[in-house]
C-alpha cells in the first residue's frame, strides 16, 4: 500500500467514525439505545390500583419469606 492509499483509507474511517458518531449524538440515539427502533411498542403504564396490587402481593412474598427464615445464631455470645 503506498502513502496515499494508506492516507485515503483513513479518511475513509474517519469519515465513518463521524456518521456514526452523529447518529448516536443525535435524535435517534435515545431510539437507538433503549431499542425502541427493534419493538415498536409504546411504553405501558400501571394503573394506581394496579402498582398498589402489586405492592401488597410483593410484601406478602417478603413476609412469607421472612416468616420461613431460619434464625442463625449469634456465636459471639
Do not use: C, Y
Request: cysteine-free.
Amino acid at each position: 500500500m503506498s502513502r496515499d492509499e494508506i492516507i485515503a483509507a483513513i479518511d475513509e474511517e474517519i469519515s465513518r467514525l463521524e456518521k456514526v458518531r452523529a447518529l448516536l449524538e443525535g435524535s435517534g440515539s435515545s431510539r437507538f439505545l433503549t431499542g425502541a427502533l427493534t419493538t415498536g411498542r409504546k411504553k405501558r403504564h400501571l394503573s394506581a390500583d394496579a402498582r398498589r396490587r402489586i405492592a401488597e402481593a410483593q410484601k406478602r412474598r417478603w413476609a412469607k419469606q421472612k416468616k420461613q427464615a431460619v434464625p442463625v445464631a449469634n456465636p459471639a455470645k
